[in-house]
């Protein structure tokens, strides 16, 4: 069993910056694939970043401005956002798998790809 714990979410003006963080307990992190996700009221939840083996990916929309990284001492996965917009209000879930492989496009960014789920912190931005 994995649980994860997310933090850092807020109130920010349109520009501004957020750091959340995803503390894990039950698995070190190092072995997992990690994924940000995020989910605005009355739309579906949809990929973020994640970062699997030390590779990272971002979602386009948030390429340039957001940023995942890990840091395996405290086995925590942050993600650095930047730039914000009001259109990043959405409620961000930190996300693990212990999958090692997906089949299919886009498989490793799809919501099913992922076993386990935080609580989710609100991310408010605002115009």
């Known amino acids: 069993q994995v649980q994860l714990v997310e933090s850092g979410g807020g109130l920010v003006q349109t520009g501004g910056s957020l750091r959340l963080s995803c503390a894990a307990s039950?698995?070190?992190?190092?072995?997992?694939?990690v994924g940000w996700f995020r989910q605005a009221s009355g739309k579906e939840r949809e990929f973020v970043a994640r970062?699997?083996?030390?590779?990272?990916y971002h979602a386009d929309s948030v390429k340039g401005r957001f940023t995942i990284s890990i840091d395996n001492a405290k086995n925590t996965v942050y993600l650095q956002m930047n730039s914000l917009k009001p259109e990043d209000t959405a409620v961000y879930y930190c996300?693990?798998?212990?999958?090692?492989?997906?089949?299919?496009?886009?498989?490793?960014?799809?919501?099913?790809?992922?076993?386990?789920w935080g609580q989710g912190t609100q991310v408010t931005v605002s115009s």
């Open positions: 996300a693990a798998s212990t999958k090692s492989y997906c089949l299919g496009y886009g498989c490793y960014e799809s919501v099913g790809f992922f076993e386990y």
């Open positions: 039950g698995r070190a992190f190092s072995n997992l694939a």
């Open positions: 970062i699997r083996w030390n590779t990272e």
